[in-house]
């Protein structure tokens, strides 16, 4: 079974910056496609940001970055210019070829924005 732990979160203010990262326990992780999800309060997991096994990315947030260091089995998300509606809990998870997470979720790190 892959394993995510996911760490980086906090408090931040507003305009504010944070890099959360993921480790993944899976041999294969280079293989993998990955994909940062969060889920505010009250609603539903979504997925932010997504990155190939080559290394091609995709955000739906501007602000945020992702890459990977395959050596170490990491995937990090760097979030820019935070703002109150990116308060969520952050998790990571495989993606599978139709895009959903393939695998149990971690625990998450909590990212809280807010003066």
């Known amino acids: 079974q892959v394993q995510f732990v996911e760490s980086g979160g906090g408090l931040v203010m507003p305009g504010g910056s944070l890099r959360l990262s993921c480790t993944v326990s899976?041999?294969?992780?280079?293989?993998?496609?990955v994909g940062w999800f969060r889920q505010p309060p009250g609603k539903q997991r979504e997925l932010v940001a997504k990155?190939?096994?080559?290394s091609r990315s995709d955000s739906v947030k501007g602000r945020f970055t992702i890459s990977r260091d395959n050596a170490k089995r990491t995937v990090h998300l760097q979030m820019n210019n935070l703002e109150p509606e990116d308060t969520a809990v952050y998790f990571c998870?495989?993606?599978?070829?139709?895009?959903?997470?393939?695998?149990?979720w971690g625990l998450g790190t909590q990212v809280t924005v807010s003066s």
């Open positions: 998870n495989s993606l599978s070829p139709y895009g959903d997470a393939q695998f149990t």
């Open positions: 899976a041999a294969a992780f280079s293989l993998l496609n």
């Open positions: 990155i190939t096994h080559d």
